[in-house]
C-alpha cells in the first residue's frame, strides 16, 4: 500500500510538472527535409516585383539563416523558403516573442518570464531542430543585435554577449541577486544605446550625478560579470542628446555625437578618437545599420554612410539625388551595392561608390526605414513590421 501511495505521488508529481512545464507550452514543428543551401546571385535583377510578404514585427531586419528566411511575430518564429515564401519549419511558445535575431546556423528567439527577456531558445534553421538554450534576468525589453558569431542582447539597465552555444561571454548592469556578494556594486546607470563585435561591447551610458555620457567599452574577460573596462567620458553630451553606437567592428566602435555639430566619430579600443566624419544635419531617430560583406552602412534619415568594416574606415555617401532619396541602408548582390531610394533601388560599385543603374520599384508610403538583405536570387526588405521578398 506504501508502495503504491508513494507510485501515485510520484505520477500526480510528474503530471503538475510536465502540465505546468515549458515543453508542454512549445509547439515545434520541424522541417520535412533538410533546407538546401542557397545559390549566389549571377547578377542583379534588371527589374522587381513582390514575390511574397508576411508580418515579422519582432525581427528588425531580414533574416537569412542556414538556406531559411526567418520570421518572427506574436509567439511564432518561422522559417521560409526565399523564393516561394512557403512554411518549411516553426517554432512557437505560448508566450509572445520578445524578439528574434540569429547566429551562425541557428535563429536565435527570446521570450519573457517573471524575469524579464531571457529565456533564449535557438532553432537550427536548416532542420527547424531546437539547439542550445539559455535563462537568465533580463529588462522587459531588448534590443537584439548580432554579428553572425555572437548574440547581444541590451535592456535600459543590462546587457549579456552570448556565444554560438549561448555560453554567457559577458554581462554588465543590473542584477536581480548579487552573485558575489564581496565586489563592490557599481553606480547603477542606464544603457542608452549599444553595439557588440566578438570582441567588445561598447555602450552609451547615463549615470547618477553626470550631466555628460560616457562610451564604456567591455572586453569578455575570464569572468563573464567582471569585463575588461574603457571608459571615455563624451563632453557635452547629454543623455537626451540622440547619441547613440553606431557598429563595432572587432575592438573599434563608430559613434554618433549630435553636438555641438553632428559627426561620427571612430574610437578605437583606448578610447582615443582615430576619425571623425562631419554630417550636414542630425541624423533620423529610426536611423539603421547594415553589414553586408565586408562594408557597414548606416542610413541616417537621407543619406547612407558607407565603411570598410575593417577599422570602421569611412569611404564615401550615398546622398540625395534630386527627388529620390535613400530610405535604408545597403546591401551586397552579385557584387554590387544595392541601395533602397525612394522609387526602388540605386545599384552602386561597392569600392568606388560610382553609381551603375537604377532599378524602378513602387513601395506603399511609409516613416519606416527599408532594411535590405539578399537570400541567393531574392532580395529581401524588412519594412516595418513586414518582411517582403522580392525578385
Known amino acids: 500500500m506504501a508502495a503504491a501511495a508513494?507510485?501515485?505521488?510520484?505520477?500526480?508529481?510528474?503530471?503538475?510538472?510536465?502540465?505546468?512545464?515549458?515543453?508542454?507550452?512549445?509547439?515545434?514543428?520541424p522541417a520535412a527535409a533538410p533546407v538546401p543551401s542557397l545559390k549566389l546571385a549571377a547578377k542583379v535583377p534588371d527589374a522587381l516585383h513582390e514575390l511574397w510578404s508576411t508580418p515579422s514585427a519582432k525581427t528588425t531586419?531580414?533574416?537569412?539563416?542556414?538556406?531559411?528566411?526567418?520570421?518572427?511575430?506574436?509567439?511564432?518564429?518561422?522559417?521560409?523558403?526565399?523564393?516561394?515564401?512557403?512554411?518549411?519549419?516553426?517554432?512557437?511558445?505560448?508566450?509572445?516573442?520578445?524578439?528574434?535575431?540569429?547566429?551562425?546556423q541557428y535563429a536565435v528567439a527570446v521570450y519573457p518570464d517573471n524575469r524579464g527577456c531571457g529565456q533564449v531558445s535557438t532553432i537550427d534553421a536548416q532542420t527547424g531542430r531546437r539547439?542550445?538554450?539559455?535563462?537568465?534576468?533580463?529588462?522587459?525589453?531588448?534590443?537584439?543585435?548580432?554579428?553572425?558569431?555572437?548574440?547581444?542582447?541590451?535592456?535600459?539597465?543590462r546587457l549579456e554577449?552570448?556565444?554560438?552555444?549561448?555560453?554567457?561571454?559577458?554581462?554588465w548592469g543590473a542584477l536581480d541577486a548579487r552573485?558575489?556578494?564581496?565586489?563592490?556594486?557599481?553606480?547603477?546607470?542606464?544603457?542608452?544605446?549599444?553595439?557588440?563585435?566578438?570582441?567588445?561591447?561598447?555602450?552609451?551610458?547615463?549615470?547618477?550625478?553626470?550631466?555628460?555620457?560616457?562610451?564604456t567599452m567591455l572586453t569578455p574577460s575570464d569572468e563573464e560579470d567582471t569585463p575588461k573596462t574603457k571608459f571615455q567620458q563624451q563632453p557635452g553630451v547629454s543623455v537626451d542628446s540622440d547619441a547613440r553606437v553606431i557598429a563595432v567592428s572587432d575592438t573599434t566602435t563608430a559613434l554618433y555625437i549630435p553636438t555641438p555639430k553632428p559627426t561620427v566619430n571612430v574610437v578605437d579600443d583606448t578610447g582615443t578618437v582615430t576619425a571623425s566624419t562631419l554630417l550636414n544635419q542630425q541624423v533620423s531617430p529610426h536611423a539603421a545599420v547594415s553589414h553586408p560583406g565586408d562594408l557597414i552602412t548606416w542610413w541616417t534619415?537621407?543619406?547612407?554612410?558607407?565603411?570598410?568594416?575593417?577599422?570602421?574606415?569611412y569611404k564615401y555617401t550615398v546622398a540625395p539625388s534630386g527627388s529620390n532619396a535613400p530610405v535604408g541602408p545597403a546591401t551586397l548582390m552579385a557584387g554590387e551595392l544595392l541601395v533602397p531610394v525612394t522609387s526602388g533601388y540605386d545599384v552602386f560599385n561597392p569600392e568606388t561608390g560610382a553609381g551603375v543603374r537604377h532599378i524602378d520599384l513602387k513601395r506603399p508610403p511609409s516613416q519606416d526605414p527599408v532594411i535590405p538583405a539578399v537570400a541567393g536570387s531574392t532580395l529581401l526588405e524588412q519594412r516595418g513590421g513586414t518582411v517582403v521578398a522580392l525578385g
Open 6 to 29: 508513494i507510485a501515485v505521488v510520484v505520477a500526480v508529481v510528474a503530471a503538475l510538472i510536465w502540465w505546468t512545464s515549458d515543453a508542454r507550452a512549445t509547439i515545434s514543428t
Open 161 to 171: 554577449l552570448w556565444r554560438s552555444d549561448m555560453v554567457r561571454m559577458l554581462s
Open 179 to 215: 552573485i558575489k556578494p564581496d565586489v563592490p556594486q557599481d553606480p547603477l546607470c542606464r544603457l542608452v544605446s549599444a553595439a557588440a563585435s566578438s570582441s567588445q561591447v561598447s555602450v552609451l551610458e547615463g549615470c547618477p550625478n553626470q550631466a555628460d555620457m560616457r562610451l
Open 61 to 104: 531586419q531580414p533574416l537569412v539563416v542556414a538556406g531559411a528566411v526567418v520570421t518572427g511575430d506574436g509567439r511564432e518564429v518561422i522559417g521560409h523558403d526565399p523564393a516561394s515564401g512557403a512554411r518549411l519549419w516553426s517554432y512557437a511558445r505560448d508566450l509572445d516573442l520578445c524578439g528574434v535575431t540569429w547566429v551562425y
Open 131 to 157: 539547439g542550445p538554450t539559455r535563462t537568465a534576468y533580463a529588462d522587459a525589453e531588448v534590443t537584439l543585435s548580432s554579428d553572425g558569431t555572437t548574440v547581444l542582447s541590451a535592456g535600459d539597465s
Open 301 to 313: 534619415g537621407d543619406s547612407v554612410l558607407v565603411f570598410d568594416a575593417n577599422q570602421l574606415r
